[in-house]
């Protein structure tokens, strides 16, 4: 709530302690700061994002199916997206998402590790899917979501042919 009116560094846990009507101490046993409890909520939303799409893998198999389920996670989160990353931290979002499905993806295929041929195409999906739903989350049209689709399609057709030839 106060996220949502002020920018991080003007709220104050003892601000913060008597909004939620908790003690200053009991908040400290749970937090450092007022910046580790932004950065925990930060991770809980990017962990509720990630828990939409059932399988990472989709990003290569099925990225049309992959981009559809993105979309809908983000448009799930959208207020909650917009009160934790402000304008000025979209790109962390985009950067936390990435790191977590490139680490569930090498999980489950971890003899591309360390093939950088393979990291560059997931990150060009990843952002490129991401900046397209933010920038046109809000008209949520099917086409968008459509179009979204087939172009990451093309690019995981283009971009992982090798990969997809070993799946």
Do not use: C, W
């Amino acid at each position: 709530k106060l996220r949502a009116k002020k920018p991080l560094n003007k709220i104050t846990v003892t601000e913060l302690s008597k909004d939620a009507m908790i003690s200053k101490a009991t908040f400290y046993l749970h937090y450092e700061d007022i910046y580790d409890l932004s950065e925990k909520l930060q991770n809980r939303l990017v962990a509720d994002i990630i828990n939409n799409i059932p399988n990472p893998e989709y990003i290569i198999t099925d990225p049309g199916e992959y981009s559809k389920i993105l979309f809908e996670a983000f448009t799930a989160n959208t207020a909650l997206t917009d009160i934790l990353f402000p304008e000025s931290e979209k790109n962390l979002l985009a950067d936390r998402i990435e790191t977590h499905i490139k680490s569930e993806f090498y999980k489950m295929r971890p003899e591309f590790l360390n093939s950088t041929e393979t990291d560059i195409a997931l990150s060009m999906l990843i952002h490129g899917a991401f900046h397209a739903f933010r920038n046109h989350m809000r008209n949520n049209s099917k086409e968008s979501i459509e179009y979204i689709g087939k172009i990451s399609k093309l690019l995981a057709d283009t971009l992982f042919k090798e990969i997809q030839k070993g799946i």
